[in-house]
Each structure stands twice: as structure tokens, then as C-alpha cells.
């Protein structure tokens, strides 16, 4: 259990090397982390052969493979495989194992080491992600470590309280109109000047509940003389490499 940044993919990669499994399954859930993935474990393991399944990619006769969620919990794809066919496998994102998708990859597969990586551990529904393997934790560096050890950028968070429109609390649970309302982003650009920015400029995150919320709220933004882009899963890789954050 680690913070996204502190080498998580490098940490499994070296495990593996570790390990030495004739064959290594990497699940991820985005074809580009299953990409970047492979390619660190290029680097630490170039004698072995390496796969993609993804799309339209069906690399399964290497000897690590890496593939999407989406496209291994398919009837034509998993069985592609024996259930013993790995010894090792990677879960990437193991918080989701309670999702029907990632079940039925880890009820299906049988390998002699199974790894789950995760930054988020702690689930709402309390599903038991730490049963399949055994309650074993191999490692953890939670945030504030990952931030003592400066294996991370030091950040500010803010919370900014709800406001009240025509007497409506608004909330990620609220009417759209509400959502997106001159006087919510007033208030957003407001609470972000009042708290101030290290550096020569602001450069901000800010999360929302829904794709079209981020769409018009962006609008609004740029309306008002700020630099900012939408991002959601849409978004091409190239997209959120360029845009302004």
C-alpha cells in the first residue's frame, strides 16, 4: 500500500525479478498504465518477452503480459488462458476487487504469488480486500510518510464549504443549473484567492462529480480571464500531457 508516485510499479517490477516467474500477469484498469507498466518492467527485465491485451491487442504467448481489466474479465480472452498459466500476478488498483470484473479474474486464476497494489485500501462498501491474499502487507508508505521521506511534492488541500443558492445547499448531489451557477463559481474563485498560492502562479487541481460539470465549469472559467482544460477519462493521453492543470 502506497501513494501513487512512490514506485509502486518499480517495487513490483524488482519482486518479480525477485521471484523469477516463468510467466507474470500485470492487471491494470487503463490501456496507457498498461503500456508504461510494461515498459519499466522492460528495464529491469529485458531478456523477457512482453505482451499487451488491449483493444485490439492479443500479445498472450509472452512471457509477462499486461493487459486491461476490461478486456481479461472477457469470455474469449480469459480463457484464452489455463487458470494455473501464471505464476505471478499483479492487481494494480487492488481496491477495486470488489467490482464483479476483477472477482472473476482472481476466482478464476490460480498462481503460486498474487500482488495487489493500492494506494486506497480502505473501501465504503466493506468489502474485505485484504482476504485473497491472505491479510498479508508486504509494504506501506502512506501519504504523510510519502511526504516526510520527500518521495512526493508537498501540496495544499482545501475543502471549501457548500454554498446556499435561492436557498438550495449546493453539493455534488445538487441540480446542474445549481452545479454550474454564476454565484458557485464566484465562490470557487473567491475561496482560491483568499487562500493564496506558492510560486509565480496558481496552478490547481479541481475535483467535481460529473464529466459536463467539468465542461462548463471550464467555460465559466476561461470567461472570467483563468487558464483552465477539462479533464476526465475522454481525455486522450496526449490531451492531459498538454493541458494546463
Known amino acids: 500500500?502506497?501513494?501513487?508516485?512512490?514506485?509502486?510499479?518499480?517495487?513490483?517490477?524488482f519482486d518479480v525479478?525477485?521471484?523469477n516467474p516463468s510467466r507474470c500477469l500485470f492487471v491494470v484498469h487503463r490501456e496507457q498504465i498498461a503500456k508504461d507498466a510494461l515498459k519499466s518492467f522492460k528495464k529491469i527485465m529485458p531478456e523477457?518477452?512482453?505482451?499487451l491485451i488491449s483493444g485490439n491487442m492479443k500479445e498472450i504467448e509472452k512471457d509477462f503480459v499486461f493487459t486491461t481489466i476490461q478486456s481479461l474479465s472477457r469470455d474469449n480472452i480469459l480463457n484464452s488462458f489455463s487458470s494455473?498459466?501464471?505464476?505471478?500476478?499483479?492487481?494494480?488498483?487492488?481496491?477495486?476487487?470488489?467490482?464483479?470484473?476483477y472477482l472473476k479474474?482472481?476466482?478464476?486464476?490460480?498462481?503460486?504469488f498474487l500482488l495487489g497494489m493500492t494506494a486506497t485500501p480502505e473501501r465504503t462498501d466493506n468489502y474485505d480486500i485484504f482476504k485473497p491474499f491472505d491479510y498479508n502487507i508486504a509494504y506501506e508508505i502512506r501519504l504523510q510518510d510519502a511526504l516526510k521521506e520527500d518521495m512526493l511534492c508537498p501540496f495544499h488541500y482545501f475543502g471549501?464549504?457548500?454554498?446556499?443558492?435561492?436557498?438550495?445547499?449546493?453539493?455534488?448531489?445538487?441540480?446542474?443549473n445549481l452545479l454550474i451557477a454564476d454565484e458557485r463559481v464566484n465562490h470557487i474563485i473567491d475561496k482560491t484567492e483568499y487562500y493564496g498560492y506558492s510560486g509565480d502562479k496558481l496552478c490547481d487541481i479541481i475535483f467535481v462529480s460529473r464529466n459536463d460539470e467539468a465542461i462548463e465549469l471550464?467555460?465559466?472559467?476561461?470567461?472570467?480571464?483563468?487558464?483552465?482544460?477539462?479533464?476526465?477519462?475522454?481525455?486522450?493521453p496526449i490531451g492531459?500531457?498538454?493541458g494546463n492543470r
Open 84 to 101: 494455473d498459466h501464471f505464476d505471478y500476478i499483479i492487481i494494480d488498483e487492488a481496491h477495486h476487487l470488489g467490482a464483479n470484473s
Open 1 to 13: 500500500m502506497t501513494r501513487e508516485g512512490t514506485g509502486k510499479t518499480y517495487l513490483s517490477a
Open 160 to 176: 471549501i464549504n457548500d454554498i446556499t443558492s435561492d436557498n438550495h445547499i449546493v453539493s455534488d448531489f445538487s441540480d446542474f
Open 105 to 112: 479474474i482472481i476466482n478464476y486464476f490460480n498462481p503460486k
Open 240 to 242: 492531459k500531457r498538454n
Open 17 to 19: 525479478r525477485n521471484f
Open 48 to 51: 523477457k518477452t512482453y505482451g
Open 218 to 236: 471550464q467555460k465559466k472559467l476561461n470567461n472570467k480571464g483563468l487558464s483552465t482544460l477539462a479533464l476526465f477519462g475522454k481525455n486522450t
